[in-house]
């Protein structure tokens, strides 16, 4: 299996329901790095599994739309505890459009996509889903 990974960050501001979250539960800011690692079982003529160009690109333009914002005003996440699991999943999810609409250019050999949020250097979450 061929893993191509590349690397972002975002900064948000939300706050979370639910007494579990303690002091979590009022506004307070976050910074997450974002990897997005892009998987398959083969690549392609040119020796490549996607273009790691345009990947970067794809990431830093999904992580731009969540940058600087207060994720609790966020229609996308209404209702939604944006914990670092569910914002991985929102990230892939949104990476997986780009990869189906062709941003990344030719990726027919990418079939699983893993997109991890560090939250601190000794916590993250991860959502790996296929393509």
Known sequence: MFGVTVRDH???A???RGEVFGPAQALHG???VVDAT???ESLDSDGILVDIGRAAAALAEV??????RNLDEEPAFSGT???T???ARHVADRLAERIAAGDLGPADHVDRLVVTLHESHVASASY???L
Not at 63 to 68: N, Q, W
């Open 10 to 12: 975002m900064m948000v």
């Open 14 to 16: 939300h706050s979370f």
């Open 30 to 32: 976050a910074t997450f």
């Open 38 to 40: 892009f998987r398959g």
């Open 63 to 68: 992580v731009g739309t969540l940058s600087y």
């Open 81 to 83: 505890n944006t914990t």
């Open 85 to 87: 699991e569910v914002l």
């Open 128 to 130: 790996e889903r296929s």
